[in-house]
């Protein structure tokens, strides 16, 4: 495949900043990393893959990831870039959409997939019509902006060996009218979905919250992080955000996949079709998930779940 030449990286996770640099590496023959945060994680940004650094040093307190859109927008200015990524997260889209609007450009969100012709032009594919359709677009500009879903690229393995450039960057006052005025802890634990190597994914099936306890306890069994579908997050509350599997949400990779309660529809299963192996229990043998499952179980979870935590797998 045919790379570009300069490739641009950012994220507010370190997890993200190793996929990202990993992947700048496969597009791009040279990667610069933007980074926000400690001495240690410019370092190991050359070490997963980056030829230079920026770093912004560690973010202060009394700023958003926002208010240090005008600082990257200069580097990016200065250095023009082909191709600038950074992870799909919340911030980090608000910074993404900043930035192409200072630059007259497109942002382009939740790529998957890029695909470099001959003659050097880009093309980024994404998913459009809730999962059921992949679409290639083209940036609008000689700099393209995208943001890039946890797991599309890999962290690299070892790059301790890796030689680079780390140059300090100052913070340029920014202009942004959103005013962080307080800050409140989120009542959320972190997980890293994308990285787990087996995954409990549990839906509306469970019907009841309480029911949600017997899922966690036999995650623990199976050594296994827990997730679920878009209405049991963001309808009911029953689980963060960050929980969620799909389009939307977080795609995953992981060895084993249990899919509990979960009818199968293309949003959600867009977020698992890497997974090695998929399991499904529902109580209803002609749902979807059954014809993209590896093994089916047909019953009641309620049922079910306490016979495998019994089993002792
Ligand atoms: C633009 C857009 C984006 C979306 N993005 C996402 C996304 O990223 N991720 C996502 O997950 N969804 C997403 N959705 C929602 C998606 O379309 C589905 O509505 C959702 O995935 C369904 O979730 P579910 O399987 O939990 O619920 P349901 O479809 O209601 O399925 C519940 C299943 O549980 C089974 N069941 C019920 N009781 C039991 C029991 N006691 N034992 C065993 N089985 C039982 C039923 O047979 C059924 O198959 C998106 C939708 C849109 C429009």
């Not at 190991?44 to 859109?69: F, H, N, P, R, S």
């Not at 962290?155 to 030689?163: E, F, I, L, V, Y």
Request: charged share 25%.
């Amino acid at each position: 495949m045919r790379r570009l030449k300069n490739i641009w990286v950012f994220a507010d996770k370190a997890s993200s900043l190793a996929e990202l640099c990993a992947g700048g590496r496969q597009l791009g023959e040279n990667v610069a990393a933007v980074v926000l945060g400690g001495e240690e994680t410019a370092r190991q940004a050359i070490e997963q893959g980056a030829d230079q650094v920026y770093w912004l040093g560690l973010k202060a307190e009394d700023k958003m990831l926002e208010d240090y859109t005008r600082t990257i927008a200069g580097l990016l200015e200065k250095h023009r870039p082909e191709l600038f990524l950074l992870n799909a997260g919340r911030r980090t889209k608000v910074v993404a959409g900043r930035l192409a609007a200072l630059f007259a450009t497109s942002a382009i969100t939740d790529a998957m997939q890029f695909v470099i012709g001959e003659n050097g032009d880009l093309q980024i594919a994404r998913l459009v019509y809730g999962g059921l359709a992949i679409r290639l677009e083209k940036p609008l500009s000689a700099m393209a902006i995208a943001t890039v879903g946890n797991g599309v690229f890999k962290a690299a393995a070892d790059g301790s060996n890796r030689q680079g450039t780390v140059t300090e960057v100052p913070w340029v006052e920014d202009g942004c009218r959103l005013k962080l005025l307080e800050r409140r802890a989120r009542d959320t634990e972190p997980v890293d979905l994308a990285a787990a190597a087996r995954v409990v994914g549990v839906g509306r099936g469970i019907g009841k919250e309480e029911g949600l306890a017997m899922v966690y306890a036999l995650a623990r069994q199976l050594k296994a992080e827990v997730a679920c579908t878009r209405p049991l997050a963001e309808g009911e509350k029953w689980m963060s955000p960050e929980r969620y599997i799909g389009v939307s949400g977080t795609m995953i990779k992981p060895d084993m996949y249990l899919a509990l309660g979960i009818s199968g529809q293309i949003q959600h299963m867009t977020g698992v079709n890497k997974a090695r192996v998929i399991i499904a229990v529902n109580k209803d043998i002609n749902a979807p998930i059954f014809e993209q499952s590896d093994y089916g179980l047909v019953g009641d979870l309620y049922k079910i779940i306490p016979a495998l935590l019994k089993s002792r797998l």
